[in-house]
T-cell receptor, first 111, second 118 residues
Framework: DAKTTQPTSMDCAEGRAANLPCNHS???????VYWYRQIHSQGPQYIIH???NNETNEMASLIITEDRKSSTLILPHATLRDTAVYYC????????????FGKGTMLLVSP | GAVVSQHPSRVICKSGTSVKIECRSL??????MFWYRQFPKQSLMLMAT?????????EQGVEKDKFLINHASLTLSTLTVTSAHPEDSSFYIC??????????????FGPGTRLTVL
């Protein structure tokens, strides 16, 4: 699986949009971009994934650049409960490939 | 999303004892489950991949005789830490993979088990 690069930490004010970047310049054509988050002392939680089109669900939006070498996870209205480590992972969706976690971005949402 | 449970959520044991952790997929059948370990302030590290009815596949550096994995049914996998020592103290997390629907095989994670070995 391709490697990803994320900032170590980010801050965001409550109610504002949180934009979390991820670089994956070596991504292959059959690899998807996945985002998970881990709140302290809990298991990871799936957020969203995409291949090349922008995706949106009830939790977040995922913007993938046209060359697919980077992406941004957007939490439109961050709350204190969004404070967590966010992991960007590239993975082949077909078959049974596992998820390889990097260090992620620690997002701190403040009042 | 699919629900995965783990039991116990927290366990404290004496050095030299064995501890069993259960991972269950509650609303789907999981032919493949994964076990991860996470030390403080570190990321999740995959320990092993467990397929129902067959032997688990361990990652390099993980002792298969120390971390016994049994995946006897499509909804249950167990991890037994044998002869636990303080250095085995960690956060153990399982995940279960949903059966393929079209192209996708998604992973859902359990809440984790905090193991403390005294």
């Amino acid at each position: 699986d391709a490697k990803t690069t994320q900032p170590t930490s980010m801050d965001c004010a409550e109610g504002r949009a949180a934009n979390l970047p991820c670089n994956h310049s070596t991504i292959s054509g059959n690899e998807y971009v996945y985002w998970y988050r881990q709140i302290h002392s809990q298991g990871p939680q799936y957020i969203i994934h995409g291949l090349k089109n922008n995706e949106t669900n009830e939790m977040a939006s995922l913007i993938i650049t046209e060359d697919r070498k980077s992406s941004t996870l957007i939490l439109p209205h961050a709350t204190l409960r969004d404070t967590a480590v966010y992991y960007c992972i590239v993975r082949v969706a077909r078959g049974y490939s596992t998820l390889t976690f990097g260090k992620g971005t620690m997002l701190l949402v403040s009042p | 999303g699919a629900v995965v449970s783990q039991h116990p959520s927290r366990v404290i044991c004496k050095s030299g004892t064995s501890v069993k952790i259960e991972c269950r997929s509650l609303d789907f059948q999981a032919t493949t489950m994964f076990w991860y370990r996470q030390f403080p302030k570190q990321s999740l590290m995959l320990m092993a991949t467990s397929n129902e009815g067959s032997k688990a596949t361990y990652e390099q550096g993980v002792e298969k005789d120390k971390f016994l994995i049994n995946h006897a049914s499509l909804t249950l996998s167990t991890l037994t830490v044998t002869s636990a020592h303080p250095e085995d103290s960690s956060f153990y997390i399982c995940s279960a993979m949903t059966p393929g629907q079209g192209l996708y095989n998604e992973q859902f994670f359990g809440p984790g088990t905090r193991l403390t070995v005294l």
